[in-house]
């Protein structure tokens, strides 16, 4: 089995910061992709940033210059820091993992989600 659990979400003031964490235990293989998504009241659920294996990076647009996605892959770990937050960041953010099981084969994986407020 295999799990994804997130922390760090909060409630911070406009031009604030948060930084997300995600880890992933259980039958782990390898740790292939991994991201975070986001879901605000009404709105789909929308890439946020995402790292390969390898460290290749991709961000939406709109948190470019404003986001830095990382990762540990000896503690099967991805982190998000969040600066320069602004209102339109407020949804629930979503861990994501392309993951290679060790009894499960290759599969994607989600976490439980974690709110994040910004207030203006």
């Known amino acids: 089995q295999v799990q994804l659990v997130e922390s760090g979400g909060g409630l911070v003031q406009a031009g604030g910061s948060l930084r997300l964490s995600c880890a992933a235990s259980?039958?782990?293989?390898?740790?292939?992709?991994v991201g975070w998504y986001r879901q605000a009241l009404g709105k789909q659920r929308e890439l946020v940033a995402d790292?390969?294996?390898?460290?290749?990076?991709n961000y939406a647009e709109s948190v470019k210059g404003r986001f830095t996605i990382s990762r540990d892959n000896a503690k099967n770990t991805v982190t998000l820091q969040m600066n320069s937050l602004k209102p339109e960041d407020t949804a629930v953010y979503y861990c994501?993992?392309?993951?290679?099981?060790?009894?499960?084969?290759?599969?994607?994986?989600w976490g439980q989600g974690t709110q994040v407020t910004v207030s203006s």
């Open positions: 790292i390969t294996s390898g460290g290749s990076t």
């Open positions: 994501y993992a392309d993951i290679t099981s060790g009894f499960l084969g290759r599969g994607d994986y």
């Open positions: 259980g039958s782990i293989f390898r740790l292939n992709a």
